[in-house]
């Protein structure tokens, strides 16, 4: 198997982040394959009955994770996550939808919870790296400054949820499936025999339940936001919306409005308990403000040729950006549809380099 370019000889014990998927797998299959000795680790919860949980994956997974480490020879290690999962990521998550904006949980996890807390069991353990199964790609400048790159596989390209990562997380941070397809990473699970091989990627939110996001925010919260008005972009009553927290810009479902050509929410406004629809073309905007900057290849990017993700599945468009008081401002050079608030925007050279990111506080 073809050596993996961005390992250093002195390299020799790497803590492998592990989920039960096909990647996280193939993650250490490669490894150990380099002749690195590994560690496994699991992030999770116990229960008051002591039964391990991982807010990360499904409960039939750590069956999975198990034997891939018996599989591959290496001990398996269960971390805990502290409340701060609760407090760090469900809670904020759940505030946002009933601000009727539409934030990404996996954005603020990764640097607060999830990698947090494998890097700091990984260098107990005495490790000299952690691994996980992201697509994307770790690389550094001459002055030692480390960023993330696009993956090759651009249709699997996980970088988007990474940007957020602090710079002792990136120098300690491996990731070995940024110079493969899925294609290829099914092969080799396949080859290998791995239990995962044939897996379906999992895309729901590991936290919600069937992805019932409105009956998991009021249990959560307590609260039942109230119906209210229904409007066309012009003002016009349609009818009554059955909650804030049930529609997201772009959703085209669930209305309940006969229209001669299909609507699409357009805004959310919290403060007036309103739902504004309009047609595909209400959906365009010309840029975006974003707020909460972090810095990545570059600590100021005023100016600076760039391509923007606005959402985790966008393809990356051209924007030209101004930075003024705090926040970016990004006029698109070909006008975008569904801009969420909430959600986050992440910012790129031209090479796929992440130069910073934040998150989007309203339309330009």
């Known amino acids: 198997m073809a050596g993996i370019p961005w390992i250093l000889e002195d390299i020799v014990k790497i803590a492998v982040g592990l989920s039960g998927g096909i990647d996280s797998s193939v993650t250490a299959l490669l490894l150990k394959n380099e002749g690195h000795e590994l560690v496994g680790l699991t992030a999770g919860t116990f229960s008051g009955d002591m039964t391990y949980k991982s807010p990360f994956m499904s409960p039939g997974n750590i069956d999975d994770i198990r034997t891939i480490a018996d599989i591959l020879g290496f001990k398996l290690h269960l971390v805990p996550v502290s409340a701060d999962f609760s407090g760090l990521v469900i809670d904020p998550f759940c505030a946002e939808y009933l601000r009727g904006r539409t934030p990404n949980p996996c954005v603020m996890c990764n640097p607060l919870v999830k990698f947090s807390t494998l890097v700091s069991r990984a260098r107990e353990l ?4 952690l691994a996980t199964g992201h697509y994307a790609r770790v690389n550094h400048d001459s002055s030692g400054r480390y960023y993330i790159s696009m993956a090759s596989d651009q249709v699997k390209d996980q970088s988007y949820f990474l940007y957020r990562l602090s710079q002792d997380t990136l120098s300690y941070l491996r990731l070995p499936l940024g110079e493969y397809t899925k294609v290829t990473i099914r092969k080799i699970a396949r080859d290998a025999g791995l239990p995962t091989a ?12 069937d992805q019932r996001y409105a009956e998991f925010i009021e249990a959560r919260t307590g609260t039942i936001p109230q119906p209210g008005d229904l409007v066309r972009t012009d003002g016009e009553l349609l009818g ?18 006969a229209a001669p050509r299909p609507l699409y929410v357009v805004a959310l406004d919290p403060l007036h308990n309103t739902v504004t629809a309009g047609y595909k073309e209400d959906l365009a905007t010309d840029g975006i403000v974003v707020s909460d900057i972090v810095y990545m290849k570059s600590e100021n990017i005023n100016g600076i040729p760039a391509m923007v993700k606005i959402r985790s599945t966008h393809v990356p468009v051209k924007i030209d950006i101004q930075e003024r008081d705090g926040l970016v401002l990004g006029r698109f050079h070909q006008a975008q549809e569904g801009v969420s608030p909430g959600q986050s925007a992440v910012f790129y050279d031209l090479d796929g380099n992440i130069l910073a990111g934040g998150i989007i506080k309203n339309k330009l």
Do not use: M, N, W
């Open 240 to 257: 009554r919306h059955k909650g804030i927290h049930r529609y997201t810009i772009g959703q085209r479902r669930g209305l309940g409005v």
């Open 198 to 209: 044939d897996r379906p990627d999992s895309q729901e939110i590991c936290f919600i339940p």
């Open 126 to 129: 005495g490790c000299d790296a």
